[in-house]
């Protein structure tokens, strides 16, 4: 069966999906309605529930995995999916949550030793013991936990995938840019998104905790390396550089950036997050556009279409 996000407009759709998000709201006329976010290991699509009830409300909620009819249309740019039929899975009907999750492309054990073969080329030993402190510590969830709810990585051990893309395209310029620092450059890129593990509910339905809504990923990994310096009796300037790269790597204040990049390693830091970041929504949108055609809008690339050449396949 084709995945959800692989069907054309006016396909039919009799999927199992699995709702990631459910959001309740009430339309002008004060009808109430739930918009879902439906998935399967292809990807995600939006969905309008008409009409709704509180039976709805306890039936359909994030985790649940249901049966939907309709089919796909084109709502804004982008296609949703016009809901038929909708109900919850029977118990006999067999269907796992791991049957509707996309994960990363490589199993999560080899991202790890990947990422693990970069801190064997750090020669500062605060470097490097602070980042095998903490990596150490939420090893179990960087290995499983996306890097977002939505737009980039935003699957299971997509935090990880991010990471791993990161030190690659980090190692590449080191070679291109001999004055970067690898140390300070690797650490950074291993250590700027770990916070999300305490931001994010984990790798199903993702959500945001309430310490990740009041204190935000950034703070949360500066207060953690401010804490591992002290448990490993580290108090070299190093402990300094790596927070400011946390801090920084949003790269401006509108884009959530406590600090704009004031180190040499903070600004490509910021420049690799950014290219990674994109090139995965561009490679995801692509990849279920069929060649000579435009993609879906994506709204966090200025919400722009992409062209896919005819030659591309």
């Given at each position: 069966?084709?995945?959800?996000?692989?069907?054309?407009?006016?396909?039919?759709?009799?999927?199992?999906?699995?709702?990631?998000?459910?959001?309740?709201?009430v339309?002008?006329?004060?009808?109430?309605f739930?918009?879902l976010?439906?998935?399967?290991?292809?990807?995600?699509i939006?969905?309008?529930?008409?009409?709704?009830?509180?039976?709805?409300e306890?039936?359909?909620?994030?985790?649940?995995?249901?049966?939907?009819?309709?089919?796909?249309h084109?709502?804004?740019?982008k296609?949703?999916?016009?809901?038929?039929?909708?109900?919850?899975?029977?118990?006999?009907?067999?269907?796992?949550l791991?049957?509707?999750?996309?994960?990363a492309?490589?199993?999560?054990?080899v991202?790890?030793?990947?990422?693990?073969?970069?801190?064997?080329?750090?020669q500062?030993?605060?470097?490097?013991r602070?980042?095998?402190?903490?990596?150490?510590?939420?090893?179990?969830?960087?290995?499983?936990y996306?890097?977002?709810?939505?737009?980039?990585?935003?699957?299971?051990?997509?935090?990880?995938?991010?990471?791993?893309?990161?030190?690659?395209?980090?190692?590449a310029?080191?070679?291109?840019?001999?004055?970067?620092?690898?140390?300070?450059?690797?650490?950074?890129?291993?250590?700027?998104?770990?916070?999300?593990?305490r931001?994010l509910?984990?790798?199903i339905?993702?959500s945001?905790?309430?310490e990740?809504?009041?204190?935000g990923?950034?703070?949360?990994?500066?207060?953690?390396?401010?804490?591992?310096?002290?448990?490993?009796?580290?108090?070299?300037?190093?402990?300094?550089?790596?927070?400011?790269?946390?801090?920084?790597?949003?790269?401006?204040?509108?884009w959530?950036?406590?600090?704009?990049?004031?180190?040499?390693?903070?600004?490509?830091?910021?420049?690799?997050?950014?290219?990674?970041?994109?090139?995965?929504?561009?490679?995801?949108?692509?990849?279920?556009?069929?060649?000579?055609?435009?993609?879906?809008?994506?709204?966090?690339?200025?919400?722009?279409?992409?062209?896919?050449?005819?030659?591309?396949?």
């Amino acid at each position: 069966m084709k995945g959800i996000t692989t069907l054309g407009v006016g396909e039919a759709v009799d999927h199992f999906l699995l709702i990631k998000q459910a959001t309740k709201a009430v339309t002008t006329q004060g009808s109430p309605f739930m918009t879902l976010i439906l998935q399967d290991k292809s990807g995600d699509i939006e969905a309008k529930l008409w009409d709704t009830t509180d039976e709805h409300e306890r039936l359909y909620h994030p985790e649940a995995i249901v049966r939907v009819g309709g089919e796909i249309h084109h709502y804004r740019g982008k296609n949703q999916l016009r809901i038929k039929s909708i109900r919850p899975m029977k118990e006999e009907e067999g269907i796992q949550l791991s049957d509707l999750v996309p994960a990363a492309e490589k199993p999560k054990e080899v991202l790890m030793e990947e990422l693990q073969q970069f801190l064997f080329e750090m020669q500062n030993a605060n470097i490097q013991r602070l980042t095998r402190h903490i990596l150490k510590k939420y090893q179990t969830k960087i290995m499983t936990y996306p890097a977002a709810t939505k737009n980039h990585h935003d699957y299971v051990s997509g935090l990880i995938d991010h990471v791993v893309s990161m030190l690659k395209l980090g190692k590449a310029l080191c070679e291109l840019y001999p004055t970067l620092n690898r140390d300070i450059l690797y650490a950074g890129i291993i250590l700027h998104d770990i916070g999300k593990v305490r931001e994010l509910s984990g790798a199903i339905a993702t959500s945001y905790t309430v310490e990740g809504n009041l204190l935000g990923h950034i703070t949360i990994m500066v207060t953690e390396i401010d804490k591992a310096a002290e448990e490993l009796q580290i108090e070299g300037e190093e402990v300094m550089v790596l927070q400011h790269l946390v801090l920084s790597h949003h790269g401006k204040e509108e884009w959530g950036s406590p600090k704009k990049p004031m180190i040499r390693e903070a600004e490509i830091l910021h420049y690799i997050d950014n290219i990674d970041a994109k090139m995965n929504m561009l490679n995801r949108a692509l990849k279920k556009t069929p060649p000579g055609e435009f993609s879906e809008r994506m709204f966090p690339l200025d919400n722009r279409s992409f062209y896919r050449p005819t030659f591309d396949e």
